[in-house]
């Protein structure tokens, strides 16, 4: 009987050791901070490197559904569907071609003070997801 209870608490023991370390490495991964519903909305930078090595910049106000952005004295719509609090679907309003007729999803994946780092593709395509920084101007 003494031998049963032996394994019994040696058995509990080392479920309980196991739970503990399973705990330790959960809270210590740091996860991104991500307030996603702070950059839903306002004005943004976004700041990109063209193949020539310049750096080209593009200004963009957004509201809930729409987003008009502001690059080389041009000026682009977007309609912008949420699907979550960190992603949305853009839709151009007036597409000149094929390519701009096709959806493209953002995905914020950390966001820090002012700014966001985000992932981006055309709607479907998982294999060329492209990251980008972006800095909110004002609300």
Sequence with gaps: MDHLRLIIINTFACMYNRLLIFCFFLYSCDFPERNCLDFQTGT????????????????????????????????????????????????????????EKKPVQMKILSTENNSYTFEYSFVGDTENKQRGYVRKLSN
């Design 44 to 99: 943004f930078e976004f700041e990109s490197i063209s193949e020539t090595g310049d750096t080209l910049k593009t200004t963009f106000v957004r509201s809930k559904d729409l987003e008009i952005g502001y690059f080389n004295g041009k000026i682009d719509s977007n309609s912008v569907s949420w699907v979550s609090d960190c992603e949305c679907i853009y839709r151009k309003i007036n597409p000149m071609s094929l390519n």
